[in-house]
């Protein structure tokens, strides 16, 4: 339950206050006198506390500035009947959360109190995040000892309690679906489902189902009413990976969604509201591409309320070796034996450029795992030379070469079609499909 401190001179308001908070689950202490309330204010642990501005003895203002230089941290709402807007601002720059002028009908108050509950577990979760982003290693693989990823994990942090739109942008593996992930949970949306689509994965001819639904009968074999992602996220977020792959007559409806909040199925003729954050990741300058045509310029600003770019890996080799660490410690668990790596090995593995960031450091510690029977990884471990690097040609099993030599194909490729992954395909003579399972497998997705 939570304790409020009423703080006024007149005996009917402070008793009236009383039975009103008390009704709405509140605990509540109630004094006439303010010299009295701050030395009560500062022994007691309260949550809340209500204050009137005019008072004898010592005022609301002189009152609250104390409270805030001898260390109170409860939640201060001022309430007059004299000053009006002059008074709120005076308040505010004391330090108060919020300004209640009289008369107040009662439901204002409970209201202004529910607000201000809300706005300091919201500050806990977005201090939780913070405290998790500044230390090492953990569960979910949010590693920040650079400074611009810890830039950029403070921007999670900031962000995650608003509703707005995110961009997050950076090279393929640099963790831009783990920073997503992050920005839901500290939100308040964190309980509601988050939902993720690579918009590049999906042929064009289904991504709009895919995104809206459809109806039975909206083409051949929509045998039933289907519902879109856009369904399945509402209340919570939607990750849109690859935003920059998404054709531009899907834009269009995009935009509508972000901007009206409601979504139309694929043959229905009536819209739906739904209550969706969006959150776009691309590896592609989406300003660029709006500057040539090959964007919507109104989609791209109005994705990009705030952006968070994440450095790629070779920019922050002060992460490497924790990561590493992380991620062997990880592995251990997971195949039941101990693993470590030796100085040597970090030394190595801080050496190599990973053009695949995170998500090839990954691959290749796994790698390496799996095919030694030593617990301490040595450099030799990683038979083939990570891809990353401009060395001899690779050597070691088939298997290594092959790997080597379809990883640089698909990497030369992909770079000289501006990573348009359906050309790429096409000059390498593979299917859409299959591209995408070897860019996964050998970490360049």
Known sequence: ???????????????????????????????????????????????????????????????????????????????????????????????????????????????????????????????????????????????????????????????????????????SGTGKEVIARAIHRASPRAARPFVGINCAAIPESLLESELFGHVRGAFTGATADKAG??????????????????????????????????????????????????????ARNLAAEAAAGRFREDLFYRLNVVAIELPPLRQRREDIAPLARHFVARLAQRFGRPLTLSDATVTWLEQQEWRGNVRELENAIERAVVLTDRNELEP????????????????????????????????????AVDGNRREAAKRLGVSLRTLFYKMSRYGLD
Do not use: W
């Not at 998404?246 to 694929?266: A, D, F, T």
């Open 1 to 171: 339950m939570k304790k409020v401190l009423v703080v006024d001179d007149e005996p009917g308001l402070r008793q009236s206050l009383g039975l009103l908070l008390s009704d709405a689950g509140y605990a509540v202490t109630a004094e006439s006198d303010g010299r009295k309330a701050l030395e009560r204010a500062l022994a007691e642990p309260f949550d809340l506390v209500l204050c009137d501005v005019r008072m004898p003895e010592m005022d609301g203002l002189t009152f609250l500035r104390t409270y805030r230089t001898r260390g109170g941290v409860a939640l201060v709402i001022m309430m007059s009947a004299y000053g009006g807007e002059d008074a709120a601002l005076a308040a505010m720059k004391e330090g108060a959360y919020d300004y209640l002028p009289k008369p107040f009908r009662p439901d204002e108050v409970v209201l202004t109190l529910r607000k201000a509950e809300e706005r300091e577990r919201l500050g806990r979760d977005v201090a939780g995040l913070r405290a998790q982003l500044a230390t090492g290693p953990e569960e979910r693989g949010l590693v920040a000892q650079s400074a611009p990823m810890r830039a950029a994990l403070d921007l999670v942090a900031r962000v995650a309690e608003h509703n707005t739109t995110v961009l997050i942008t950076g090279e």
């Open 229 to 282: 992602l856009f369904d399945q996220a509402n209340g919570g977020t939607l990750l849109l990976d690859e935003i920059g792959e998404m054709p531009v007559g899907l834009q269009s409806k995009l935009l509508r969604v972000l901007q009206e909040g409601e979504i139309r199925r694929v043959g229905d003729q009536k819209t739906r509201k739904v209550d969706v954050r969006v959150l776009a990741a691309t």
């Open 380 to 415: 030799g471990d990683f038979r083939a030379v990570p891809r990353s690097t401009h060395h001899a040609p690779p050597t070691g099993t088939l298997s290594d070469v092959v790997e080597a030599a379809e990883t640089q194909a698909i990497s030369d490729a992909l770079k």
